[in-house]
């Protein structure tokens, strides 16, 4: 295969360029899409390629871009909508909580609604308000939807594909700060990688950390800064898909370390630290030498620009949590 | 012409007058067709009558009455051919009858279950709960007919409770903006559940929403189902013809509760529900077949007998086919169940077996 460095931004736009020659059932939709290629580019130059029919504006209003894109699943067509920020989702949480969730459901798969939402997430880029928050811990409890956040060009690209290729909608999170952080060896072919599998990004053997999105380099940083200071060994695990999660991969991990601290940037309460600690409680609490510790973004609203990076996990608030589920 | 580029006005287009009078251009119908809209008008009334009386009975559950919105909701799915779509609420049960759903299918889903067998081929959506939520899926579902360039028509129905909700006003917006072949229909009935329709709006009619998303719109007497079928044949025509979208706001009643879990009477004036029930859409069509010689005495009762039998075939197959299983609302959650669920079905098969009325071959609903 061949391959070439690519951004995340870079990776995502060749396999949306991808879907699109595949297969002429792929439509995108969203605000600012067409001609100014996305706010962050990511459809860069796809409707000049591809045409006004098949990527195009819509009027401004999130409801009906994930409403009519449901209409365009049911009918046959594979829309991938884009809502411009993640903090946006809360327009359209209806239609895609109680509609396209559900309706294979309410119609006992008579229809079904294969539908990609592409929507931008995560802090520490000065963005105005509504524009930083993860969003990914509300769509826990909508069963039917999946939800996909890649941390690395390589994983957004296969990941994006695979999306597309499922029968279901996915929500597909993608994090702002990722975006352009670095590039990586991607091929240009078509390829998925599988929904629902996390990675081991980095095997250990004393304790396990799981995360995803810029979490993962946050994670890793601390993981080497931890086997520098206090000589242990991290094991790092990327989630990929956070919904439904890799139960067995959480489970397997644990039961090997004994330990586990879960990193996310979206609140505490209620979100997939809660869930992968839950699990970890029901499935292997006996392999645990020490509470699971979780470092998340705190339980207020997502703050202002001048004070976002003490709200978010660091290397530093992850090496604490490190050190305190290693106390003897 | 009932549909206006601009401004649709404050006459509601109307073919038949109360009396059942023709005061206005005869569309081409045959006998027998005409026959049909009666037939299935009376249909709908017997067939809402009946699962109120389930309900009451313990063998229905919750169910929203369709009576005195027979014109509105039959003559409007009319003029669609097999390949249109419809999205509707559940006020609009009959446009499904008429666009082909089996009657004991529709029995089955108000005894509480999900059909295992909704027909996908008659393009009509499940009717929605949630108000005003189909309007984005029927414009949608036009604009993918429209980039696949099929000769496809959607048709999205929602009340006059729903042109308050945002989808209903983004959908309309979306719908002029990409001329989408959709035809949007809402049946003004005078009530969300206990709130008038003058708390909705302060616009003297809903068809003028119209004029403000560039959508061409028509109001129509939606108790006259001639007026409700000419309309929407037009609106149905100009969109497959590339013509766009259009709006159309038909002026009806709920004659009954807002369901069965609702008593009007709480807060409607009887002396405007007796008002209504002088214009009755089925009356109305009756007075004007019976002068006209296409309808006996004989013939009348022969349709009451047969829509009766009708119904009560479809409540026995209905009642006829197993309830849906304990753990059947494990399936399509999503197209494979992941193992999560799989164990939570496990965890609840622990507690409850299989129904025995279940089949054993395996298929499950």
Redesign the interface.
């Known amino acids: 295969m061949a391959v070439r460095p690519m951004t995340m931004i870079e990776a995502l736009n060749n396999a949306l360029a991808l879907e699109l020659e595949r297969d002429e059932r792929v439509v995108l939709l969203g605000q600012d899409i067409g001609l100014n290629g996305g706010v962050f580019r990511v459809t860069d130059q796809l409707q000049r390629r591809f045409g006004e029919r098949r990527v195009f504006d819509t009027p401004l209003a999130e409801s009906a871009i994930i409403g009519t894109s449901i209409g365009m699943a049911v009918y046959g067509l594979r829309p991938i909508a884009e809502i411009q920020f993640a903090g946006f989702l809360f327009l359209c949480m209806s239609q895609l909580v109680t509609q396209a969730a559900r309706i294979r459901f309410r119609s006992a798969g008579a229809f079904s609604c294969p539908l990609v939402v592409r929507s931008p997430y995560g802090g520490g880029v000065r963005t105005p308000e509504l524009h930083s928050d993860s969003l990914e811990g509300v769509f826990l409890q909508t069963p039917g939807l999946k939800v996909v956040i890649p941390s690395n060009p390589y994983d957004a690209k296969g990941l994006l594909a695979a999306a597309v290729a499922d029968p279901d909608p996915v929500l597909f999170l993608e994090n702002i700060k990722l975006y352009r952080s670095f590039r990586q060896e991607t091929p240009e072919e078509y390829y998925t990688v599988p929904l629902g599998k996390a990675k081991t990004v980095q095997a250990g053997e004393d304790v396990s950390v799981f995360a995803y999105g810029a979490m993962v380099p946050v994670a890793l940083e601390a993981a080497r800064q931890a086997q520098q200071e206090l000589g242990i060994s991290v094991e790092v695990i990327d989630l990929r898909t956070v919904w439904p999660l890799d139960e067995e991969a959480i489970v397997a991990s644990v039961e090997k370390t004994g330990r586990a601290v879960v990193v996310h940037e979206a609140p505490r309460a209620g979100g997939i630290g809660a869930e992968v600690t839950a699990i970890i409680n029901e499935r292997c609490l006996y392999s645990l030498l020490k509470p699971v510790a979780r470092v998340t973004g705190y339980d207020t609203p997502y703050p202002v620009p001048g004070v976002e990076d003490y709200y978010l996990p660091t290397p530093a608030k992850v090496l604490a949590a490190l050190r305190q589920v290693m106390e003897p | 012409m009932a549909i206006h580029q601009i401004d649709p006005g404050l006459v509601p287009f109307q073919i038949l007058d109360p009396d059942g009078n023709l005061v206005g251009e005869m569309p081409a119908l045959s006998p027998e067709r005409l026959l049909y809209f009666y037939r299935t008008m009376r249909l709908a009334r017997a067939f809402s009558d009946r699962i109120i009386a389930m309900q009451r009975q313990g063998r229905a559950t919750t169910f929203g009455s369709l009576t005195g919105q027979e014109a509105a909701t039959v003559g409007l799915a009319a003029p669609l051919q097999p390949q249109d779509?419809l999205?509707t609420s559940y006020r609009e049960i009959a446009s499904l009858i008429v666009k082909g759903v089996p009657l004991s299918t529709l029995v089955y889903s108000f005894r509480g279950y999900?059909?295992?067998?909704?027909?996908?081929e008659t393009r009509c959506?499940?009717y929605q709960i949630?108000i005003g939520?189909q309007?984005?899926?029927?414009?949608?579902?036009?604009?993918?007919?429209k980039?696949?360039g099929d000769p496809v028509v959607?048709v999205g129905v929602c009340g006059d409770g729903a042109t308050s909700e945002?989808?209903f006003n983004?959908?309309l917006?979306?719908a002029g903006?990409f001329r989408a072949p959709v035809v949007i229909i809402v049946q003004n009935n005078g009530w969300a559940i206990s709130v008038p329709r003058h708390r909705q709006s302060a616009a003297p009619t809903l068809a003028a929403r119209g004029i403000g998303f560039g959508v061409p719109s028509a109001l129509v007497d939606g108790n006259d189902i001639l007026a409700v079928y000419e309309t929407v044949r037009q609106a149905v025509e100009r969109a497959r013809a590339g013509d766009g979208p259009t709006l159309i706001e038909l002026l009806t009643y709920r004659i009954g509760s807002h369901t069965t879990a609702d008593d009007a009477s709480r807060y409607r004036d009887p002396a405007e529900v007796e008002a209504w029930r002088a214009k009755d859409p089925i009356a109305r069509l009756q007075k004007f077949l019976r002068r006209r010689d296409l309808l006996s005495e004989e013939q009348d009762e022969e349709i009451g007998a047969s829509v009766l039998a009708e119904i009560d075939a479809a409540v026995r197959e209905a009642e006829a086919m197993p309830p849906m299983a304990p753990d059947s609302?494990f399936?399509?959650?999503?197209?494979t169940l992941?193992?999560?669920?799989q164990a939570q079905r496990a965890e609840l098969l622990r507690f409850v077996s299989p129904s025995p009325a279940q089949p054993q071959s395996g298929e499950r609903?």
């Open positions: 779509w999205a999900t059909p295992p067998n909704w027909p996908a959506l499940p949630v939520t309007i984005p899926h029927a414009v949608g579902l036009a604009m993918a007919a980039i696949a959607a945002g989808d983004e959908a917006n979306f903006v609302f399936d399509y959650v999503s197209a992941p193992p999560r669920l609903h």
